[in-house]
């Protein structure tokens, strides 16, 4: 029996060896273009210089609040063509492993507003004085378990939300706190403050308007949350009549912002394919109100541009989102989730350009994983030119009609926020938990 077996098995065996292999005709391409959702052309198209509309420089004299809201936006700050340091001055603690600075600085009546990654908020002169500080940390908490959230700056008062559940108003001249409410989750995203109202998105999930005056609700909307989020969440973006929440769940919200009747609602849906990072749906190119336009992206690979009146979806990029857009005339410029800097046609957002950022960290050993990215931050328009603050330790600007890179600046540590422009000064925040001026 023993020997029947075995030469049953020795006959399949060179059965097998005689059977050969059989080549399939035509071209090999890569698994992840073929997974590209029909945005592998768009992608591979050359870029193309097209003269860019640019808005005039202005001086503007504050940097109040995060740019998603017309009102307080300045399309391109006034900036020399040539940065160069004026000063640099500690704000309290740097990155750690297991708390980090989210905060982007605000600029308003002389001062500078910040906050470190132990959640100590603070107010620095122009000349780079250390004013006040105050500690958003409750009494019985420690730093480390709730990252900071986000400030916002109006008619004299510093409004500043917490991973602690609280939005805190403070008196932007001493920082003697005013009121605080308590928003019963999670408040990591910058608030924004328009006409009396204070809005903020709370756990990714609650959208909340409140009394500027004495933090008293005005009203709440829910929203639907989602467990796949980065930190920091988006902040409102309000016009006259409108304002524009985002959730973790992917989904963006138009209401009415003095009653908070909800007019409609829109999911920004759609990944790359064959990438991790498409896991991760949040909101990370907050909704930016622009004329009649919403701008938004998500972390996934796709940018949107809706109505702001019905929520009506005008054109959608194959393009992810890792910050807020940034519109200009006849474009919209974005850092994409593939760490590149694009320019899309804001008529129907057709990609322009686009050119590469720092990507991975170099690692010391070839054959040892890439895990860790290097982080950009912006673009923000200044000085007629688009600047983006990357971690890998420079400031770089880049011409809006090409792409091309202009200039870069050096800063110690890499940058750990989006930079700002006031008074002809960009200011941003290094790693280390250090501010930086620049002229």
């Not at 980090?100 to 603070?122: K, Q």
């Not at 908490?141 to 939300?161: H, I, K």
């Not at 890179?405 to 250090?434: D, F, H, K, M, W």
Request: overall charge negative; hydrophobic content about 40%; some cysteine.
């Amino acid at each position: 029996m023993k020997l029947i077996l075995a030469s049953v098995i020795a006959t399949g065996v060179l059965a097998g060896c005689a059977d050969r292999e059989i080549i399939l005709p035509g071209d090999r391409l890569g698994v992840r273009e073929i997974l590209q959702d029909g945005s592998g052309a768009d992608a591979a198209s050359p870029n193309t210089t097209v003269a860019a509309t640019v808005p005039a420089a202005v001086n503007n004299a504050a940097w109040p609040q995060s740019h998603v809201s017309p009102s307080v936006r300045t399309t391109n700050a006034a900036l020399s063509g040539n940065l160069t340091p004026v000063w640099a001055t500690s704000i309290g603690e740097g990155d750690k492993r297991r708390a980090r600075i989210i905060t982007d600085p605000v600029v308003a009546d002389g001062r500078i507003f910040t906050i470190d990654s132990a959640g100590r908020v603070s107010a620095t002169s122009t000349s780079g004085s250390a004013l006040w500080s105050y500690s958003i940390v409750p009494v019985r908490d420690d730093a480390s378990q709730a990252l900071a959230g986000g400030l916002a700056v109006d008619n004299g008062r510093l409004y500043v939300t917490s991973g602690f559940g609280t939005l805190t108003a403070l008196d932007a001249a001493t920082g003697r706190e005013i009121w605080t409410q308590r928003l019963e989750a999670t408040a990591t995203g910058a608030p924004t403050v328009f006409g009396g109202l204070v809005y903020v998105v709370a756990g990714d999930s609650t959208a909340w308007a409140i009394e500027a005056e004495d933090g008293r609700v005005r009203w709440q909307s829910d929203g639907l949350g989602d467990i796949g989020n980065v930190a920091g969440a988006a902040p409102p973006a309000v016009n006259d009549s409108h304002v524009v929440f985002s959730f973790g769940s992917g989904a963006v919200q138009g209401a009415f912002r003095q009653g908070g009747l909800r007019l409609w609602s829109a999911d920004i849906v759609g990944a790359r394919r064959g990438f991790a990072i498409a896991l991760v749906d949040d909101i990370t190119g907050y909704p930016v109100i622009d004329g009649s336009t919403v701008y938004a992206g998500n972390h996934s690979g796709r940018v949107v541009a809706l109505n702001v009146n019905s929520g009506e979806r005008l054109w959608t990029a194959q393009h992810g989102a890792l910050d807020p857009v940034w519109p200009a005339g006849n474009s919209v410029y974005v850092v994409s989730d593939l760490n590149e800097l694009v320019r899309l046609d804001a008529t129907d957002g057709s990609r322009i350009w686009a050119v590469d950022l720092p990507g991975y960290e170099p690692v010391r050993r070839p054959q040892r994983r890439r895990d860790s990215a290097f982080v950009n931050h912006g673009p923000i328009m200044a000085g007629g030119r688009l600047i983006v603050a990357s971690s890998d330790g420079f400031i770089r600007a880049f011409d809006p009609a090409s792409g091309d890179l202009v200039s870069q600046t050096e800063i110690r540590g890499g940058a750990t926020t989006r930079p700002v422009v006031a008074n002809g000064t960009l200011y941003v925040v290094s790693t280390a938990g250090v501010l930086h001026a620049f002229r």
